[in-house]
């Protein structure tokens, strides 16, 4: 390990911290800070989730893994688990990563998705920095707040998540500047597509086979998503390297550099894309991919099981195999 990545000596390790650590990128990042000698803590709402999860650290590394059955939503609750962990840990890194997915055509949702998403993840965000700032100036720690690709720009049927996405990345950058005096850095992640197994947990509305159906294809390309074990890897040391941003993937940062170039002609093209997409079917209940149902076209169910193949290797490593609560990424 580098000097850059060097963490505080304890007795027994760092303290650590990932909200949404129950699954998906959450759980990936729990093990790249075990593995640097840290005392983790993963958060989220279903504790048998948690606990398997937990369990799951625990034989693959031996190490201490604690669990805290939390709504990041609810700030009272946020300031009791940062209290617990500071207590029996101390806190020198807190990632929050909590999030939902919801995707489909703003036709097929109403304001509670957007609702929902904000809640979620730029609250959830929000009640978690400053629950975690106190401590981590104490400990001169870290905070990474997991952003996305999807805040840099607006993303066609990923509407609440983008502007969630987007609320999360202003936050983290003005985090950033303001508590640089008091020795805490706040570190903006924006990855792209990377293959957690998410499709399984994520909401699909419309025409909900065929959302899952492009979806699911598109989060486990090869050239188009990246291994969520690497990037996971990448994220922890960007928090430990106290760096201010890191943009993941290739795409992503192709993306952001078209639109901070060009950002017209970005969402013009935006809009050609919006085209290829299902159209809508009307608004109605979201479902999760698990239970959103194979395209119906042959042809598209052929790719998309091209597609998603390596995304669904994913799902038993990142603890996505049952369908869960939706406060998780």
């Known amino acids: 390990m580098t000097h850059r990545t060097r963490l505080p000596t304890r007795i027994k390790g760092p303290g650590a911290l990932v909200t949404g650590g129950s699954r998906g990128l959450g759980l990936f990042l729990a093990r790249h800070l075990v593995e640097r000698g840290c005392v983790v803590t993963i958060a989220a709402r279903d504790a048998a989730e948690l606990e398997r999860a937990a369990q799951q650290l625990r034989e693959e590394t031996g190490a201490t893994v604690h669990v805290a059955v939390c709504d990041v939503r609810d700030r009272a609750a946020v300031a009791a688990m940062m209290r617990e962990v500071q207590e029996r840990d101390g806190l020198d890194i807190v990632i929050a990563n909590a999030?939902?997915?919801?995707?489909?055509?703003?036709?097929?949702?109403?304001?509670?998705?957007?609702?929902?998403?904000?809640?979620?993840?730029?609250?959830?965000?929000?009640?978690?920095?400053?629950?975690?700032?106190?401590?981590?100036?104490?400990?001169?720690?870290?905070?990474?707040?997991?952003?996305?690709?999807?805040?840099?720009?607006?993303?066609?049927?990923?509407?609440?998540?983008?502007?969630?996405?987007?609320?999360?990345?202003?936050?983290?950058?003005?985090?950033?500047?303001?508590?640089?005096?008091?020795?805490?850095?706040?570190?903006?992640?924006?990855?792209?597509?990377?293959?957690?197994?998410?499709?399984?947990?994520?909401?699909?509305?419309?025409?909900?086979?065929?959302?899952?159906?492009?979806?699911?294809?598109?989060?486990?390309?090869?050239?188009?998503?990246?291994?969520?074990?690497?990037?996971?890897?990448?994220?922890?040391?960007?928090?430990?390297?106290?760096?201010?941003?890191?943009?993941?993937?290739?795409?992503?940062?192709?993306?952001?550099l078209a639109h901070g170039v060009a950002p017209g002609l970005t969402t013009r093209l935006s809009g050609v894309v919006a085209r290829l997409l299902p159209s809508a079917s009307g608004p109605g209940p979201l479902r999760q991919g698990a239970e959103a149902g194979e395209p119906r076209n042959p042809l598209a169910r052929r790719i998309r099981a091209w597609g998603s193949a390596r995304n669904d290797r994913a799902v038993a490593e990142a603890n996505q195999r049952e369908p869960g609560p939706r406060t998780s990424s």
């Not at 699911?216 to 994220?235: F, Q, W």
Request: charged fraction near 20%; aromatic fraction near 4%.
């Open 99 to 256: 999030g939902v997915i919801q995707v489909a055509p703003v036709e097929a949702i109403g304001d509670k998705e957007f609702t929902d998403a904000m809640d979620t993840m730029f609250h959830g965000a929000l009640n978690t920095s400053l629950e975690a700032l106190p401590h981590l100036r104490a400990s001169r720690g870290r905070l990474g707040l997991i952003g996305s690709v999807g805040g840099l720009l607006g993303v066609p049927h990923l509407l609440p998540y983008s502007c969630a996405k987007a609320a999360v990345g202003a936050l983290a950058e003005g985090l950033h500047a303001e508590t640089a005096a008091s020795g805490v850095s706040v570190t903006a992640v924006h990855p792209g597509l990377m293959r957690t197994g998410s499709h399984r947990q994520a909401e699909f509305g419309g025409d909900t086979s065929a959302e899952f159906g492009w979806f699911s294809t598109a989060a486990g390309a090869p050239l188009l998503s990246m291994d969520a074990d690497r990037a996971a890897r990448r994220i922890v040391d960007a928090v430990i390297q106290r760096r201010a941003r890191l943009v993941l993937t290739a795409p992503a940062k192709a993306a952001q």
